[in-house]
């Protein structure tokens, strides 16, 4: 099994002007040193030029789904030499009423070079990628492909 490390860190920083008092930037470094600067979400008091958690959790699963489904394809013979997806997540309450990402819904827009698989195969890549996805594996949310022609 694989071990995974991130270090968040946030100084405060007055929010002048706001009862609360605290502003919601911070940054995540990732294990290769990469760092990313990071908020609350805008309707949080966060700030909109700034990555929020919950783009960064449908991020993850939109890009757990592309990388199992580019490995499937791959191993299935087929060549993919494009992947776009315009992922979308709803933040809404969950069976328990709290506050949770509900759904996310991915759109993947895949070309192929040279032969590329029957719709039939298509969904079946999709299904395969779904269900050995680690992210939406991990998740409560209902995850649903609708690849886009």
């Known amino acids: 099994m694989s071990d995974f490390n991130v270090e968040i860190t946030w100084q405060h ?34 700030d909109a030029n700034h990555t929020n958690p919950e783009e960064g959790l449908i991020a993850a699963v939109s890009s757990c789904h592309m990388l199992t489904f580019l490995a499937l394809a791959a191993k299935r013979g087929f060549k993919v030499s494009s992947y776009r997806d315009q992922a979308t997540g709803t933040l809404g309450k969950n069976g328990q009423g709290r506050m949770a990402i509900t759904g996310v819904v991915l759109h993947p827009v895949i070309a192929f070079d040279g032969a590329a698989p029957s719709g039939e195969e298509l969904d079946k890549l999709h299904e395969s990628a779904h269900r050995n996805c680690f992210i939406a594996n991990s998740i409560t949310a209902e995850v649903r492909v609708e690849p886009t022609e």
Do not use: I, N, V
């Not at 002048?16 to 294990?31: E, F, I």
């Not at 609350?40 to 966060?46: E, I, L, V």
């Open 13 to 46: 920083a007055p929010r002048a002007g706001h009862p609360d008092d605290y502003g919601r930037s911070h940054q995540w470094r990732l294990t290769g040193g990469q760092t990313l600067r990071a908020s609350a979400a805008p309707d949080y008091a966060g």
